[in-house]
């Protein structure tokens, strides 16, 4: 059944909401939405929504529960869309965040990758011709 109306939001479970939130608004320009209940915060760019929420809020027998040698988002890789991502690319090293030279793919697209505070792989990527 197809759904025109389907979103996608990512929660990431984090140490440090502030960290994250200063990491997200700062070197990925989103904005942040007021903190809920329990530090709650959603961060959005565009039709992006991204979410904070402390790790510290789930219990040891959840799924995505990360023990102490565990990266967060493991298996995942968060790929973010923009429309010039060579701009992006100047802003953060602007910001002395650590990151991948600009490349162009084998697919034709050009990226770069980041890993935020609390391990989450992210690519940052030119938009593709179609999907």
Known sequence: ???PSMTLRLELFVDDIAVSRDFYTRILNFSADN???AG???LRQGSVVLSLNRRSSLPGDHPIYV???ERPGRGVEIVLEVGDVEARYTHVQSQ???VTPLQRQPWGLLDFRLIDPDGYY???TSKAESM
């Open 96 to 98: 002395n965040w650590p």
């Open 35 to 37: 903190q809920h209940s």
């Open 67 to 69: 023990a102490a040698q």
């Open 122 to 124: 992210l690519r940052v």
């Open 1 to 3: 059944m197809h759904s």
């Open 40 to 42: 709650y915060t959603p």
